[in-house]
Nanobody, 122 residues
Framework: QVQLVESGGGLVQAGGSLRLSCAAS????????MGWYRQAPGQQRELVAR???????NYADSVKGRFTISRDNAKNTVYLQMNSLKPEDTAVYFC????????????????WGRGTQVTVSS
């Protein structure tokens, strides 16, 4: 099994910054892709950013130029640096891990963290 634990959420004023962290632990050898999704009240969960074990990244258009995703493969940790935050960034942010090589074989699906609340006030 894989556990994902997020940290770093909170309340910030518009224009401010936050840094989210997600640490993965459990019985696995590697995680191909780690990423961040978010879900605002009444809306569907959406991709924010993701990064492969090789460092390739994808971003939602709405966060390009403001958010930066990075990972430390040695620590199995992914980070999301969020700058120039806007009220519309308010959501619960979820860590995601996909393409996991477990000790027992390849995982069948993705793993998710429990989420961390990010609130941006205007």
């Amino acid at each position: 099994q894989v556990q994902l634990v997020e940290s770093g959420g909170g309340l910030v004023q518009a224009g401010g910054s936050l840094r989210l962290s997600c640490a993965a632990s459990g019985g696995f050898f590697s995680i191909n892709t780690m990423g961040w999704y978010r879900q605002a009240p009444g809306q569907q969960r959406e991709l924010v950013a993701r990064i492969t074990i090789g460092g390739s990244t994808n971003y939602a258009d709405s966060v390009k130029g403001r958010f930066t995703i990075s990972r430390d493969n040695a620590k199995n940790t992914v980070y999301l640096q969020m700058n120039s935050l806007k009220p519309e960034d308010t959501a619960v942010y979820f860590c995601n891990a996909a393409g996991i090589r477990l000790i027992t074989g390849w995982a069948r699906g993705d793993y998710w963290g429990r989420g961390t609340q990010v609130t941006v006030s205007s």
